[in-house]
């Protein structure tokens, strides 16, 4: 069975760390992930700001190099959801649809690939912190994974869950919305790390290092403490610290 | 009273009309606090429902099968309507629909008209008409009122004036009193309920809008909570209703889902406070009535959407807000910075769908995150995220994309489109970023990093990415790899075989 990594290109440039976490974790249960080298990005900033046919140059490289796999994981929920966009980006591409189809088939977000499909949801990991979670809309809304990374958090010992007030609010990423609609974005961003602070919680975690990067953007402009993970990293370090 | 111009003009850009929104504190605060009430109303009222996402699904499946079949259910309201008694008029642009109420008004003689509930009078204008021939229009909506008293247009589909706080309400009516009125919302609901009396006893016309239109008796339903649009039918002796052509559901059953779901999603009542069904002008048994009754079905842009198969179904909106009160966008920029008559999400989209200009309209399909919670909170399922990205490409492949963009993008693709580009790039990157990056981050307000780092610090590429890691990695984790669990294994073979006969049964199976 050939389970194969897509690193999202913001992990594999700015986040190399996550994706790492990624393979440790999963090769402890003998999931041994492969990483096909031709893979770059799923082209979502383009397909969003309504450049399809550069979208689909970009998105031609997935469907290439996850070919022969089997499943695909990711870090990123609204990455693997831009896989979920590809029949209808490939809708008159009779060559290129079937193949599109397929590949949004087998492509999992991380946490959604734990709990359903391997069926784990108790790693063995300790966190003795305090920890809230904000779910990001494309993974949560638009996949529908909303359960399981509570399912994970919930089996982690010591680790204490915080409620995020208005946790299912755009943080104001939105890609290029954040560098168009600046300001905007910036008062989305500001609210959000407002209720961050109010639930006083050590830890941000996510299933999206966009989100995550623009949260602790604003958390590092203001001079805020609060450090800003992705689950998987989380895990790995809580299964490390046991 | 002068017609519902708002002051001075407004920016051309949606951007510079969201600017002067955010540097509104008062409107940030009174918007956020209104949108917060009505989307916890929602959400209790959707639990207390208890099976909320199949009346969802079968009110969508209502306003796909009316819409799919409007000519022919137009017609059977327009028929039975006429049976009734009622004059029918259609309307096909914003033009033609001021001239049949202007003709009306004329004929009539009608000095003043009552209005309420009606975004699409909104979209026509039609008060500034009404005024250029003598006729005051004045609205009974409490909001609208309102509104109407600053000179300014609906911020919100429901909520008109929800951008206003009970301070700025007061100084306002305070002036139509002649005397200060204390900022009580009982003082000023009981100033201006005395004030409309007045004004429904006078009018000659009532002038209505219309939630729904039920084609097997050619009726009208009206939601309220307020009991004016009750006096506006009912009081003056002509009557006229201008609706949008997709109003109409084929019968009252249907109505039954539609009055389940337009409340909730609008305010999370149960059910609106009146909700009058109008069959026909004053029959003779009837105690009161108009003795004329005129309705006016207007198009204006909405059968422009009829076959497109990507915005077709935003015939299918009931006009409820529900987008507008979850919208994270919204609650910052309220509905002024939209520019049209409809704001938030579906005014995003309905805008520039219904306008035949559209280039003046497209920039505001840039306003949105595309996080999908409009989507999420509509009662009839629209996809309104995704309407946005159609409207984005549009615009693009109708070369009409900005030129730095397309630049970009294009770079994008070149780039993205070969991993040994893509891999050129970052090191490239690398190498550029070390000028301005300091402690991991980037704080230097460079081209497009003007917005961003304004309220943020950017990342930097990492000194060694995913792919140059991977090669060392690899061969540590193959050293240590676990055996995996024979459960496990049989759980994600199955997983394979699943997808196998999902394939073969050719898209069947999909649950509701």
């Excluded at chain 1, 961050?196 to 001079?223: F, P, Q, S, W, Y």
């Amino acid at each position: 069975m050939k389970v194969s990594m897509f690193v999202t290109c913001l992990s594999d440039a700015v986040f190399p760390r996550v994706g790492e976490a990624m393979v440790r974790l999963l090769a402890r249960y003998g999931v041994k992930l492969d990483f096909p080298p031709s893979q770059t990005c799923c082209g979502q900033p383009a397909y969003n700001s309504g450049y399809w046919e550069e979208a689909r140059t970009s998105g031609k490289t997935l469907l290439q190099a996850f070919e022969d796999s089997d499943f695909v994981i990711s870090p990123s929920g609204s990455c693997t959801h831009m896989i979920h966009n590809y029949p209808k980006l490939f809708e008159n591409d009779p060559v290129w649809l079937p193949r599109a189809k397929a590949l949004q088939e087998k492509s999992y977000e991380f946490a959604q690939f734990f709990v359903q499909v391997l069926g784990v949801t108790d790693v063995g990991a300790v966190f003795p912190h305090k920890v809230t979670y904000h779910p990001s809309c494309h993974g949560s809304r638009l996949l529908g994974v909303k359960d399981e990374p509570i399912a994970l958090m919930e089996q982690v010992k010591g680790l204490e869950l915080v409620p995020l007030p208005f946790a299912e609010d755009c943080c104001g990423f939105g890609g290029t919305f954040a560098v168009k609609m600046a300001d905007i974005s910036g008062a989305m961003v500001t609210e959000k790390v407002d209720h961050i602070k109010e639930t006083e919680a050590e830890v941000l975690v996510g299933l999206d290092m966009a989100c995550l990067m623009n949260i602790g953007g604003n958390l590092r402009h203001r001079g805020e403490k609060v450090r800003v993970m992705h689950l998987a990293e989380l895990l790995e370090e809580g299964v490390k610290l046991a | 009273m002068s017609g519902g111009a708002a002051t001075g003009t407004k920016p051309a850009t949606v951007k510079a009309r969201a600017d002067l929104a955010l540097n509104d504190e008062f409107l940030r605060k009174a918007v956020k606090y209104t949108t917060e009430k009505l989307r916890s109303g929602k959400k209790t009222a959707m639990e207390q429902h208890g099976n909320w996402e199949e009346w969802r699904e079968r009110g969508r499946q209502i306003r796909l099968h009316t819409i799919a079949h409007l000519d022919y259910y137009l017609n059977l309201f327009a028929n039975n309507a006429r049976a009734n008694g009622v004059h029918v008029h259609f309307a096909e642009s914003d033009a033609d629909a001021v001239r049949i109420s202007l003709e009306i008004a004329r004929r009539v003689e009608a000095k003043s008209v009552v209005k309420s509930k009606s975004m699409v009078t909104e979209e026509l204008h039609l008060n500034h008409a009404l005024d250029s021939i003598g006729v005051e229009a004045i609205e009974t909506d409490l909001g609208e009122y309102i509104i109407q008293l600053a000179g300014e247009t609906p911020s919100h589909i429901i909520i008109p004036a929800i951008h206003k706080n009970r301070y700025q309400v007061a100084d306002l009516l305070s002036e139509q009193a002649g005397e200060k009125l204390a900022p009580d919302t009982k003082i000023l609901a009981g100033f201006v309920r005395k004030k409309l009396r007045e004004k429904f006893l006078e009018a000659d016309i009532g002038m209505t809008g219309c939630n729904f239109a039920i084609a097997e008796t050619g009726s009208m339903v009206l939601f309220e909570n307020e009991g004016n649009a009750r006096m506006v039918t009912t009081v003056p002796r002509t009557q006229i209703t201008l609706m949008g052509m997709e109003r109409i559901i084929p019968s009252w059953a249907d109505l039954e889902v539609m009055a389940t779901l337009l409340p909730r999603s609008a305010t999370g009542q149960k059910l609106t406070v009146y909700m009058s069904g109008i069959t026909g002008p004053r029959r003779e048994a009837d105690g009161d009535g108009p003795e004329e009754m005129h309705i006016v079905i207007v198009d204006n842009g909405r059968s422009l959407q009829l076959g497109d198969p990507e915005f077709q179904e935003l015939l299918n909106c009931i006009r409820c807000g529900a987008c507008l009160n979850v919208c994270p966008v919204y609650r910052h920029i309220g509905g002024h910075a939209y520019g049209g008559t409809y704001s938030g999400p579906i005014g995003a989209v309905l805008t520039p769908a219904l306008k035949k200009n559209v280039a003046e309209w497209d920039d505001i399909a840039n306003a949105s995150s595309l996080c999908g919670a409009c989507s999420e909170a509509c009662p009839v399922k629209i996809p309104l995220h995704d309407m946005l990205v159609y409207l984005r490409r549009r615009k693009v492949e109708a070369g009409r994309g900005n030129a730095v963009e397309t630049a970009g993008m294009k770079g994008f693709a070149a780039v993205m489109g070969k991993a040994g580009r893509y891999k050129a790039a970052l090191k490239l990157g690398r190498i550029g970023q070390k000028l301005v990056v300091r402690d991991g981050g980037i704080k230097a307000k460079l081209g497009p990093l003007k917005g961003w780092n304004t309220y943020r610090i950017a990342p930097s590429i990492a000194k060694e990415t995913f792919r140059e890691r991977w090669t060392t990695l690899d061969q540590e984790i193959r050293a240590g790899l676990a055996e995996m669990a024979p459960d496990m294994k049989a759980r994600m073979e199955q997983k394979l075989k699943e997808r196998g006969t999902k394939g073969k049964e050719g898209g069947h199976g999909h649950g509701g």
